[in-house]
């Protein structure tokens, strides 16, 4: 052999030997590269569920601080009070059964005065006129008499307004009616009652006397055979107008509780409130209210009985529940979101 074959085979040696630790140097950096990228991406992985699952625990404990438990509003005494939201208890009760009456307001007989000179003579002074407001004892007029030539004053006889004045100054007074004076302070209502009516009335009976604006309570005080061309009675009920918010001839309805029943547990119509196809009420608690489904007996339009999701001695909103229904509602969006 050859030195030149002999130094081409050592050189051909010595490349394969190289090439062969490069490559497993390589083949290993590889592997070890692999599995640097495989434990990477599993720590990924573990650290994005691990996120995934505090961020989940975490809106789910703020989402459910945010709202607490589903029916349950969190208000305190001094924010209901700001609310105008007052509760009531829970009790028995009575529901009215009423039938509805109509008539007019009219004057109290000894509320209306005609003024006249007690003597004939000139008129030498009329000091009113209509719509002025007159005192008792005021004087509303002066007389010359025509018999003595002396001059004597009128004073009116009730408090009131005038409602007429027939005469003036210089002119004659005989025996006509110089003024007219009437007091609206109490008024009555007249209403018909008709036969099929009858047997269900009877004095000392209470009555809301109402309007489309108005409502006032009273009592059946009267009940008088109208004549006997008419076929009806009239029912008399007073009528308290300190506010002068009434005028004789007024139209105005009566509504007049012919029975009360009594009910084991009532609830204040007011406080119900209608919440998709359940009628719910809101009973006070230490933090708040909550929402509570009832079922509702017989009615009277003011109070219902109550058959179940209530009990008495429980204390629940009557008045601006419905702000506890808006709020309720509001809090429902929000969990569903």
Request: with cysteine; net charge negative; proline share 3%.
């Amino acid at each position: 052999m050859t030195a030149i074959t002999l130094s081409r085979i050592i050189a051909t040696l010595i490349f394969c030997s190289t090439f062969t630790v490069t490559a497993t140097a390589n083949a290993s950096k590889d592997k070890h590269a692999e599995h640097t990228d495989e434990h990477i991406e599993q720590r990924a992985d573990n650290n994005s569920d691990e996120h995934a699952d505090e961020h989940s625990d975490e809106h789910s404990d703020e989402h459910s601080d945010e709202h607490g438990e589903e029916g349950h509003i969190e208000l305190s005494a001094d924010m209901a009070n700001q609310a105008g939201i007052v509760s009531t208890t829970a009790t028995s009760g009575e529901l009215k059964q009423t039938i509805t009456v109509y008539g007019k307001a009219a004057m109290e007989p000894s509320a209306v005065s005609q003024v006249r000179a007690r003597f004939p003579g000139m008129i030498t002074k009329l000091s009113v006129n209509v719509g002025d407001r007159v005192v008792a004892g005021d004087v509303v007029a002066e007389i010359e008499s025509s018999n003595s030539l002396m001059r004597y004053s009128i004073s009116s006889p009730i408090s009131g307004v005038v409602t007429q004045r027939n005469a003036n100054p210089g002119e004659l007074a005989n025996e006509q009616v110089l003024l007219s004076i009437a007091n609206y302070k109490q008024l009555w209502v007249e209403y018909k009652i008709f036969p099929n009516q009858m047997s269900q009335l009877a004095v000392g009976q209470d009555v809301t006397i109402y309007n489309e604006y108005l409502r006032v309570n009273s009592q059946v005080k009267h009940l008088v055979a109208s004549n006997s061309a008419s076929p009806f009675t009239i029912a008399r009920v007073p009528l308290n107008n300190q506010q002068n918010q009434f005028f004789p001839g007024l139209i105005l309805s009566g509504s007049v509780v012919v029975k009360q029943v009594p009910v084991p547990l009532a609830v204040d119509n007011r406080a119900v409130q209608q919440i998709d196809d359940t009628q719910v009420v809101f009973v006070k608690n230490a933090h708040g209210y909550e929402s509570r489904q009832i079922t509702l007996g017989q009615t009277d339009g003011s109070f219902s009985e109550v058959l179940s999701g209530l009990q008495n001695g429980e204390q629940y909103a009557v008045e601006n529940s419905y702000l506890l229904k808006a709020d309720l509602g509001k809090s429902s969006a929000a969990h569903h979101h």
